[in-house]
């Protein structure tokens, strides 16, 4: 569980550090032209930077890896919905494959928990 955490929180992590040096303004620009409020954009970079780290040192990681997996369903959804059925044709993976797996280790960890190295352990939010 320690090196699921440490892959899913740690790559991620990168993502977030984007978002807080470079802004937000991207996405919230994706969610002005649906009609949302771009201030949404903030839930990414905390579910990105925050949720991250918490599940990295395995801070109540039930709880982070519910907020990261709903924020990579978001992220699906908004920049990759057209991509859904389709495979990469450079490497005959699917063509959102690293979302998916992005979401799928978060899933794993809200089923889980944090395992025997988290900071919080045996509690509901684990």
């Known amino acids: ?5 440490l892959t899913v929180g740690g790559l991620m992590l990168f993502h977030g550090i984007h978002k807080l040096t470079a ?32 599940i990295i040192i395995g801070l109540w990681t039930r709880a982070a890896s519910v907020v990261f997996a709903g924020n990579m369903v978001v992220a699906i959804l908004m920049a990759h919905l057209g991509q859904i059925f389709s495979v990469d044709p450079m490497t005959g993976g699917w063509a959102i494959e690293l979302p998916m797996l992005y979401l799928l280790g978060a899933v794993v960890l809200c089923l889980t928990g944090g395992g025997r190295y988290a900071l919080t352990k045996g509690s509901i939010f684990d």
């Open 1 to 5: 569980m320690l090196v699921l955490r």
């Open 23 to 54: 802004g937000v303004g991207f996405i919230g620009g994706m969610l002005a032209q649906m009609g949302l409020p771009p201030f949404i954009a903030y839930g990414a970079l905390a579910a990105e930077l925050v949720a991250s780290l918490m």
